[in-house]
């Protein structure tokens, strides 16, 4: 019994009808407290309670009476506003190329919390340093069996990390955490994947054939994504950095490709794998589709790209009544999509444009597509331009319509005067929805005159 510990409280956002919660009268905005006397902090306390089997549940009504009621193998029905009942546990570094702190102001808060909570690691993959770990943090890790994580190495090197990451001591709670060799090896049960964001001439040549060793030795170090840093025009009392040039991309493909040589005849698989910016960067063909072993990290951008040039298109039309198309992209992918629609430009009345979006909000120097905000689309673009503008489905929040600087779908269809379609997750579903909007009806006020004059020539 834990009835002395820290109540985090659990609010209910949904109760599952007929449930057993239901029934106990449990309702959305009612929180949970404990389950067993045990106080809950996080959606897997609440899964490893349950599976006691008979537990009992105390909750909190909005008025702050509490009630309980209890279960006997099976789901309350209970859904949560949040997965953290105690917060987000936050990073204990300053990394000179952390993202967060190259942020222009303005945005919502979220966006500017230095996360680093290894519970959303094996929630949602999101990658951890895990240099702010205390000894029950390992120890919950090990004995719950959270595995697979996801690690942000940067560099087998000790000391090298060290000056890289510059953790804050007060913010450590086991300085034993900050050693990652050390910790890799603590974690042995759990299967790891890891990255290396990579600077120039920092951490790559041969501190990157060093880590590539020592990971690739490790047996539950599953495979490791290599990507060059992220930086804006917004970096105020920071560092000075700068991004990779064509020939260092190309040493670190190099360095990539002899080791997954290496490792797969060793181990069964490549290992490593280049995020799709080296690739671009250095001029170098995209790998087949084969090499990258089932995308394991694609949200890490290792893949994205060949695994959207993978959708086979629809059957096209010879023609559809004239109607012009923009697809905003990142100047890094521009070149990319404008080649892989080149036949859809077979279709008579059907005019595509591929422009590479200037980012107007985190700098020149930015240039993927999924840090393109609202504002970028509306600075580049000329109201009544073109009947249909193509946003990449990277850009938007998961979920909804809205992109960073929560400028949503709908008002870039009222500001720019055309309607306005998230494109699709491969190139099969992006021309889908360029052509299902070509063959619709006339289009309906705010389309451009240009579509109406040639629909009714």
């Known amino acids: 019994m834990s009835l002395l510990s820290p109540v985090h409280p659990a609010f209910v956002s949904r109760v599952e009808p007929d449930s057993a919660a239901a029934q106990a009268g449990v309702q959305a905005g009612d929180a949970l407290l404990r389950v ?14 349950l599976e006691a089997g008979d537990v009992t549940l105390e909750m909190q009504r909005v008025d702050s009476s509490t009630f309980e009621f209890r279960v006997s193998w099976e789901d309350p029905g209970l ?82 990390r060290a000056d890289m990451m510059k953790w804050w001591r007060l913010k450590v709670k086991d300085p034993e955490s ?30 990157l054939e060093e880590s590539l060793e020592y990971l690739s030795s490790l047996p539950n170090v599953l495979s490791v994504a290599c990507v060059p840093l992220g930086l804006t025009d917004h970096r105020r009392n ?26 797969l005849e060793e181990r069964g698989t490549r290992f490593i794998f280049p995020s799709d910016e080296f690739y671009i960067l250095a001029g170098e063909p995209l790998p087949p589709e084969e090499a990258y ?5 694609l949200e890490n951008g290792v893949g994205m790209v060949r695994d959207f040039l993978s959708g086979e298109l629809p059957p096209l039309p010879k023609a559809v009544p004239g109607t012009r198309v923009i697809l905003g992209t990142g100047k890094l992918f521009a070149p990319i999509l404008d080649l892989a629609l080149e036949p859809l430009r077979a ?111």
């Open 36 to 49: 067993n006397g045990n106080a809950i902090t996080d959606i897997l306390a609440y899964r490893r309670e």
């Open 79 to 160: 859904e949560f506003s949040e997965v953290l009942f105690d917060g987000i546990k936050l990073c204990a570094n300053k990394c000179e190329f952390c993202y967060v702190h190259q942020m222009p102001k303005g945005f919502r808060k979220s966006l500017y919390v230095m996360d680093d909570d290894y519970r959303l690691s094996f929630l949602y993959g999101s990658f951890v340093t895990l240099t702010n770990l205390s000894e029950a943090d390992f120890d919950r890790i090990i004995s719950e069996n959270l595995s697979p994580l996801y690690v942000s190495v940067h560099s087998t090197d000790q000391a090298l």
């Open 178 to 207: 900050t050693k990652i060799q050390d910790t890799l090896k603590r974690l042995e049960p759990i299967d790891l994947y890891t990255q290396l964001v990579l600077l120039p001439s920092r951490n790559d040549g041969q501190y």
């Open 238 to 263: 920071l560092p000075e950095l700068r991004p990779y040039t064509a020939p260092e991309a190309k040493d670190v493909l190099r360095i990539a490709h002899k080791w997954q040589k290496k490792l």
């Open 293 to 297: 072993e089932g995308y394991p990290m």
């Open 347 to 457: 279709v008579r009345g059907l005019h595509i444009e591929v422009r590479a979006l200037e980012n107007k909000t985190f700098g020149t120097v930015t240039t993927v597509a999924g840090l393109l905000t609202g504002r970028c689309f509306l600075e580049n673009i000329t109201p009544a331009e073109a009947d249909l503008l193509i946003v990449s489905p990277s850009t938007l929040r998961y979920g909804t319509e809205l992109m960073l600087d929560d400028i949503s779908l709908t008002n870039l269809r009222e500001k720019l005067k055309m309607d306005v379609r998230s494109g699709g997750k491969n190139l099969g579903e992006l021309a889908r929805v360029i052509l299902e909007n070509a063959q619709s009806s006339l289009p309906q006020f705010g389309y451009s005159a240009h579509a109406v004059k040639e629909r009714r020539a």
